[in-house]
């Protein structure tokens, strides 16, 4: 008898993924990940530990280090439901614009943390001139400044505005799918799914890097779960960041409640699952949603980056329990590649 | 930090404060932990700056870059991390 016939039942799928995904290098299928999301507890840690031999196999030992900042905070005109944002919910997040130098000089404070990125942000349907203007005017500084890669994430764009940020040496862009096709519209109404995709696909075809996120806990079933993993999957994006819900104080998901830190441990083995190859960033919530021992779990189980100190509106955990955690695990930071 | 702007220490000091940094509710701190109406918000403030101003309940102007952030009142000045 082999040793995977005396594995339980909700093991098979492990023992399949070790061949498929490890051996082999191909993401497990909608319906495969739908099984790996009902793992029972007792299965989590052997999930988590493929996941992190895949994520070394297939990536390598490296973390990516990023930090991220909003240039534009708060009255974005869409109704993303879980956005602090939006302008249209009842917020406390005022509208605020962040100037120049000191943008610059976050872009210094994170380079100086050992990260290679830094994406600029702004609550925004898509830029308008003058926002693409400030965004020219930020990069040139900040590249005057600093030695470090540049990313955007200001909505959704058309094609010239994709061909200048091409043109301006921002290499990687951010564009969410945030959750699946098919629970899309219970989260947003100001814009589609496919409007998403439609920017995403403009961005990979001008030769930018894709940076394409979920954010998991919003009230969709697991298999709109692994219905998102598949669908990032399929885009192949370089740059997957993963998400955990903060319900915001007046937004309509603010009594959504924090997801089980046992539900997101499966989802980041699950994500690592479909996706061998890509960069999956640890992201907004996980300090609410996975507490301090999440950070450690995670990068060892298919996380392969991570934001480093604060985010957009919230904060994470100080960046030097971060750092002395890579240092501690033996993950180097990633290097700077001027790749593109 | 703007001109005319005083700046305030880290955290909210809770003895001065008349209001909620994390809800902008009047805030006395309660008779005790159990009856602090604000607990939950005192945890929160741990994962985002105040947006309240504890003074005067104005909505602040609230900056957040990878290592600090800073909530400005217009009329009471500048919160630093
Ligand atoms: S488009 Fe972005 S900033 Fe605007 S509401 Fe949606 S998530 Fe928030
Ligand atoms: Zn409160
Ligand atoms: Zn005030």
Redesign the interface.
């Known amino acids: 008898m082999t040793i995977q016939a005396n594995l339980p039942t909700s093991y098979e799928i492990l023992a399949t993924a070790r061949k498929q995904v490890l051996e082999e290098g191909r993401g497990l299928t909608q319906e495969q990940l739908v099984d790996v999301l009902s793992l029972p507890d007792d299965a989590l840690p052997a999930a988590l530990q493929l996941a992190h031999e895949v994520r070394l196999r297939h990536c390598g030992e490296d973390v990516e280090v990023e930090g991220i900042v909003s240039i534009k905070t708060g009255g974005c005109p869409e109704d993303c439901h879980f956005c602090s944002q939006s302008g249209l919910f009842d917020s406390p997040v005022r509208g605020v614009w962040l100037d120049i130098p000191e943008l610059v000089k976050a872009a210094k404070e994170t380079a100086a943390t050992g990260a290679t990125e830094f994406c600029i942000v702004a609550a925004v349907r898509g830029p308008d001139i003058k926002l693409m203007n400030q965004i020219k005017f930020a990069i040139d500084r900040i590249n005057e400044a600093v030695d470090i890669n540049i990313a955007c994430s200001l909505g959704m764009l058309t094609q010239r505005q994709v061909d200048q940020l091409k043109d301006w040496g921002v290499h990687r862009y951010n564009h969410n799918l945030e959750t699946a096709r098919s629970y899309f519209a219970e989260v947003v109404t100001t814009h589609s799914y496919e409007e998403r995709l439609e920017t995403c696909n403009m961005v990979k075809a001008a030769g930018m890097e894709l940076c394409c996120g979920a954010l998991i806990g919003m009230g969709e079933s697991l298999e709109q779960r692994a219905e998102l993993a598949a669908q990032l999957a399929a885009l192949e994006p370089h740059e997957v960041p993963l998400n955990f819900l903060n319900p915001r104080p007046g937004t309509p998901l603010e009594n959504q409640g924090i997801m089980d830190g046992k539900d997101a441990l499966r989802a980041i083995a699950a994500f690592r699952l479909a996706m061998p190859r890509t960069v999956l960033r640890y992201a907004g919530g996980r300090e609410l949603t996975l507490g301090d021992l999440g950070t450690r779990e995670g990068l060892l189980g298919g996380i392969n980056a991570v934001i480093v100190g604060n985010y957009l509106t919230t904060l994470g955990r100080p960046a030097t329990a971060d750092l002395s955690l890579l240092v501690e695990l033996n993950m180097p930071i990633k290097e700077l590649q001027k790749s593109l | 930090m703007s001109a005319g702007v005083s700046a305030h220490s880290d955290r909210i000091d809770r003895a001065t404060s008349s209001f909620c940094g994390h809800?902008?509710e009047p805030d006395d701190g309660g008779a005790g932990p159990a009856s602090d109406p604000h607990l939950r918000c005192r945890e929160q403030l741990?994962?985002?700056?105040p947006?309240?101003c504890t003074h005067c309940r104005r909505?602040?102007?609230?900056?957040?870059?990878?290592?600090?952030?800073t909530s400005q009142c217009t009329r009471h000045g500048v919160f630093v991390q």
Not at chain 2, 46 to 49: C, G, H, M, S, V
């Open positions: 809800c902008g741990e994962f985002e700056p947006r309240y909505r602040m102007k609230v900056q957040v870059t990878p290592l600090g952030w």
